[in-house]
Each structure stands twice: as structure tokens, then as C-alpha cells.
């Protein structure tokens, strides 16, 4: 029976429902049918612009980003999807800090809904540096799909693992 990493702590039942997909080869179509393209933010600017936007409309009171990209040192073997790093350094007698995101460079293919909740988390860790009750609060209040992507994010990596990547230029 297939580890499926990604989905531990879901119910046997949802699990097995994966397994069925997996088993059937219809992952990927169940897929392709909620998100049948990938995004267009290819470049660091294009994603730092595409992360600007949902912060200004989501969080005009947060603390300023210095710089978004996409890292290919991110790996999702470690669970990780984005990191947020806040820097702070001294400089002639003054604290500067910076926040940064980076979003794991395997996100660059992905379906924009999934991209934009990665975001989304990355985002509510500026506020929230736990993942608690008010993080996911916020995370909601940005986006009320949340879970249900953070589900299909889930199942999206999934099939990476067994089948490769879920666009496959013909």
C-alpha cells in the first residue's frame, strides 16, 4: 500500500478515496478537471508583484516585504512549500529588519488557486508566526477556500511524487 506523506493526520476514509484516484489513474484527470491550467508568474518580479497585490488588498497594515522570489533550494520532502524570513540587523546604531518570502521554485507549474494559498500562508506568518487558531483565522479571512486548497495542495504534491508534473506539454 502507497505511503501517501502528504495526507497523514486526514481521516482513513478520505485517504482511501486518494488511494481509489491513485489506483484508477484518475488523480491527475480529478485534478486537471478543478484546475486545468497552470499559472502565468514565471519570474521573481511577476511573483513578487502577484504577492504585493494580495498583501495590499488582504494586509495594508503589515510590515513591508523586501524581496519574493522563487528558491529552488525549497524542498517539499521537508514539508515546506514557502518560507517567510524576517531578517533584522544592526547598521550604524539602527535596527533594520526584512521580511521575505520564497515560494519553492516546483510552485512555478503549479494551478494559480494553489499558488495564491501558498501565498496566502507565507503572508499570514508576517502577522502569525504559529500555525494557531488566529493564523488560520487570518489565513481564512484572505482566502475562504483555505483548507479545501490546502487540500488539493496536498493532492496536487501527491501526484508529483508518483506521476510527475499535472501540465505535460503534448
Do not use: W
Amino acid at each position: 500500500m502507497q505511503e501517501l506523506k502528504y495526507l497523514q493526520g486526514y481521516s482513513e476514509q478520505l485517504i482511501d478515496q486518494v488511494r481509489s484516484l491513485i489506483a484508477g489513474n484518475k488523480l491527475q484527470t480529478f485534478l486537471l478537471q478543478k484546475y486545468p491550467n497552470e499559472h502565468e508568474i514565471r519570474t521573481d518580479k511577476a511573483l513578487y508583484e502577484y504577492v504585493i497585490a494580495i498583501k495590499n488588498s488582504c494586509m495594508r497594515q503589515s510590515l513591508p516585504l523586501s524581496k519574493v522570489l522563487f528558491d529552488s533550494k525549497i524542498k517539499m520532502q521537508h514539508q515546506a512549500l514557502g518560507v517567510h524570513k524576517f531578517i533584522s540587523r544592526v547598521q550604524g546604531g539602527k535596527l533594520k529588519a526584512k521580511n521575505e518570502i520564497r515560494i519553492a521554485s516546483t510552485f512555478r507549474d503549479a494551478p494559480e488557486p494553489l499558488l495564491h494559498m501558498i501565498v496566502v500562508h507565507e503572508l499570514a506568518h508576517l502577522k502569525e508566526k504559529e500555525h494557531n487558531k488566529a493564523f488560520f483565522r487570518l489565513c481564512k479571512h484572505m482566502e475562504p477556500d483555505y483548507h479545501q486548497l490546502e487540500f488539493d495542495m496536498r493532492l496536487y504534491m501527491t501526484l508529483l511524487d508518483i506521476l510527475g508534473p499535472l501540465y505535460v506539454d503534448e
